[in-house]
């Protein structure tokens, strides 16, 4: 009885394991590593895919949807809140977020409210209203919410920078099972590593997943200074100073009136 036992046990999963292989996704990228050069203004990924669906699959009356994000390296920011104080703007409260993504883009397509529920926008944190914002433990908090002022003014000035953004109706679909979107990359996006993240749904349900890395390098004299600036700090210091006296010595020397 027993052996019977697991044997059904064995072939539940099994069976639930091929349902859950029902759709799979197949991505390609155009790039897998950008070069940051001295010219430089910015360029795009775009991240092609196919839906696979298995011989047993049910056809469905929804469409698919589709969801790709790509979240550049965590960093540390300071948040400040300037008050004005005797005529003066001066800095007063503070927040810090730790390991928050640099970058981050997502297009989809159809708007996220419309893709699936908000319950799993939040449980994956798809959308920049849903990811994780940890706040360091000296601040009093574990994370900041939406309603977050400190978070707001950290999400708009990176909107404005264009390292945020979301485009709605991003993702094309040139046939039924076949899609495609372009990422735009700015000029002044951070070095490191990137994970692209694909997500399927339909008719609001997360059927697959699937996830890339993409390296964004300096090369050349900006990947010495890069580098320099951040090993050796004492040097590149120096070289500025001695760059910024040579250069007012040979301005004066220019402009010197005889």
């Not at 091929?18 to 775009?46: D, K, M, P």
């Not at 928050?100 to 397509?109: D, E, H, L, M, R």
């Not at 893709?115 to 000296?138: E, H, N, Y």
Request: charged residues 20%; proline residues 3%; glycine residues 6%.
């Amino acid at each position: 009885m027993t052996r019977f036992a697991a044997w059904f046990t064995l072939c539940a999963l099994a069976l639930a394991a091929t349902q859950a292989r029902a759709e799979q996704l197949i991505v390609a990228l155009s790039a897998e590593e950008v070069r940051i050069t001295s010219n430089f203004t910015g360029t795009s990924i775009t991240v092609f895919g196919a839906i696979e669906r298995d011989a047993a699959t049910v056809s469905r009356a929804e469409f698919y949807d589709v969801v790709v994000s790509i979240k550049g390296p965590p960093e540390t920011v300071v948040t400040r809140r300037k008050d004005r104080l005797v005529g003066i703007w001066l800095n007063s409260e503070s927040r810090t977020f730790v390991n928050i993504p640099s970058f981050y883009a997502v297009n989809s397509s159809r708007p996220l409210s419309e893709v699936t529920t908000p319950q799993i926008l939040k449980r994956f944190q798809i959308g920049a209203d849903d990811l994780v914002f940890p706040v360091s433990a000296g601040d009093g908090a574990q994370s900041a919410g939406q309603d977050d002022a400190f978070r707001q003014a950290f999400v708009r000035l990176k909107q404005q920078d264009g390292l945020y953004r979301t485009e709605a109706y991003g993702v094309k679909f040139p046939g039924t099972e076949i899609f495609q979107t372009a990422v735009q990359i700015p000029a002044n996006v951070p070095v490191g590593r990137y994970v692209v993240t694909v997500y399927l749904f339909r008719d609001g349900a997360m059927l697959a997943s699937d996830q890339s890395e993409i390296r964004i390098s300096k090369m050349g004299f900006e990947q010495f200074t890069f580098d320099l600036a951040h090993n050796q700090g004492l040097i590149y210091g120096l070289i500025c100073v001695i760059l910024a006296v040579f250069t007012g010595w040979l301005a004066g020397l220019i402009f010197r009136r005889d």
